[in-house]
């Protein structure tokens, strides 16, 4: 068999990795509290999940769906932009679903990116963008994210060739990993940007409803011109707790949309229709399921925040994302703190390099576990002593 040369560039997903190390431990009988990825906790609200038992009875829900959707999940998605963010959308040229954006930001390379052509890509970033862009045969550059800019692209640091030769530009807020917001302003920035050297926007926004202390984050498409220059990715998966269902949308510039419809309708055969039923009822019925969730998460935050703290690692509270990015101690690389976490107390953080370069002095903590996990794994970073004697623990949770 010779296999093509891209698969010699695609390494195993990480959270491939990181579930094979915490199988092998449970496999010996190990107790593994895993932060790692962010994937709820909590169900489906009932009254989603009622609505899907109701449709996939229904015959005519066993058949091929559509590629571009149901028209009444499309009028759904449309009135929900309207509705929380105040942007109109024409559902028929201007939105998409998808079978999760996960499944939409790698396809939208092959509509932009031919051999040799390059991607702006966040480091750290969710690893899907640079993975996306090396399948359609183009490379990344990589836009560093520090601390000292709030986890922000700086536009004015990209050498002026490379922004000529570019021809998509991936941003990413509420931002995984590193919990970082973005607000009106730096959207409008990213607009005039993308007009001054002809990019295609895609702003990656699942994480907009997860946010905490009465904090709304905005659109992409609210920003001044947004919808002449790109679209953004969302997603039901972390709004409703529906990972699991695999159900997004891709919404905006026209154009864009119609490229990734053409790919799509040539690849997949769009969402099961039971499950863009279920999908209506999420996005039209009751919305309280979020603020519940959204306390949830807070309390959480709280109580890792203030652990992380205490035993001497830095991290900023989020407003918003399921994520806490906290520094590590000096001396370690991410992968070697995170393994000897794993080793020596059973606790799966994820480390930073896995985003990325610029990730590599942090590890990722998702707050996607139950309370008592939550409690029992800071219980034991706090009794954690590193193979390195590096680490200390200031103080003991009980
Ligand atoms: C930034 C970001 N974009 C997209 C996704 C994928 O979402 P979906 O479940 O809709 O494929 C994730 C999932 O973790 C994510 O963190």
Known sequence: MRMSRRLDNL?????VEISKKIAEKRAKGEDVVSFGIGDPDIPTPSHIIDRLCQAIQD???????????LPELRQAIADWYEKRFNVPLDPDKEVLPLIGAKEGIAHIALCFIDPGDTALVPDPGYPVYSIGTMLAGGKSYFLP?????????????????????????????P?????????????????????????????????????????????????????EVG????????????????????????????????????????????I????????????????????????????????????????RPPKASLYIWAKIPDGYTSVDFATDLLEKAGVVVTPGVGYG?????????????????????LSRLAGWRDSKNRFKAKSNLT
Not at 11 to 15: G, Q, R, S, T, V
Not at 59 to 69: I, K, L, V, W
Not at 145 to 167: M, R, V
Request: overall charge negative; glycine content about 8%; hydrophobic content about 35%.
């Open 11 to 15: 390494a195993p997903y990480l959270f």
């Open 59 to 69: 015959p005519a829900n066993h058949r091929y769906p559509e590629s571009d959707g």
């Open 145 to 173: 994210l520090n601390e000292e800019n709030d986890f922000l692209p700086d536009f004015k640091s990209i050498p002026e060739h490379i922004a000529k030769e570019a021809k998509l530009l991936w941003i990413n807020y």
């Open 175 to 227: 931002n995984n990993p590193t919990g970082a917001v973005a607000d009106l302003d730096f959207f409008n920035r990213t607009v005039g940007f993308a007009h001054q050297y002809d990019l295609a926007v895609c702003h990656d926004g699942p994480y907009t409803e997860v946010a905490f202390d009465g904090y709304q984050p905005v659109s992409f498409m609210q920003a001044d011109g947004a919808k």
């Open 231 to 274: 679209i953004e990715f969302h997603s039901l998966s972390k709004s409703y707790n529906m990972t699991g269902w695999r159900i997004g949308m891709a919404v905006g510039n026209k154009t864009m949309i119609d490229a990734l419809k053409r790919v799509k309708s040539n690849i997949d055969s769009g969402i099961p229709q039971a």
């Open 276 to 315: 863009q039923y279920a999908a209506i009822e999420a996005l039209t019925g009751p919305q309280d399921c979020i603020q519940e969730h959204n306390a949830i998460y807070q309390r959480r935050r709280d109580l890792v925040i203030d652990m992380l703290n205490n035993i001497g690692l830095k991290a």
């Open 357 to 377: 370069r610029s990730g590599e002095n942090y590890v990722r903590l998702s707050l996607t576990i139950p309370d008592a996990g939550v409690v029992k794994g």
